[in-house]
């Protein structure tokens, strides 16, 4: 059984910088890949922001985070991070961690396993 948990989520002003967790706990796999996905608004898609390749530490980003965020992972801790800097507006939303065997993919329906999600708002 995989649990993924998140946090870190809040209110931020624009320009500010938020750091959001998510803690894994179970067995993936023995080659697996952690992702950040981000719902803007209800009704919309989720859509792909940031993997890493547990294994390789290979990562990979949407164009439009590229140079503000950062994936990084903590082995010893089972904890994923993303360090968002340089915020705005539009990147506010539901931010769910989600777990996969094998290599980075970038859609949702390819990770089997997924976290609650973590709300962030970023503010003008």
């Known amino acids: 059984q995989v649990e993924l948990v998140e946090s870190g989520g809040r209110l931020v002003q624009a320009g500010g910088s938020l750091r959001l967790s998510c803690a894994a706990s179970?067995?993936?796999?023995?080659?697996?890949?952690m992702a950040w996905f981000r719902r803007q608004a209800l009704g919309k898609e989720r859509e792909f922001v940031a993997a890493i390749d547990w294994s390789t530490g290979e990562v990979r980003y949407t164009d439009s985070v590229k140079g503000r965020f950062m994936i990084s992972a903590n082995n010893a801790k089972n904890t994923m991070y993303l360090q968002m800097n340089s915020l705005i507006p539009d990147d506010t939303g539901v931010y769910s961690c989600?777990?996969?065997?094998?290599?980075?993919?970038?859609?949702?329906?390819?990770?089997?396993?997924w976290g609650q999600g973590t709300q962030v708002t970023v503010s003008s």
């Open positions: 179970g067995t993936i796999g023995s080659k697996y890949t």
């Open positions: 989600a777990a996969r065997a094998d290599v980075i993919r970038y859609t949702d329906l390819e990770y089997y396993y």
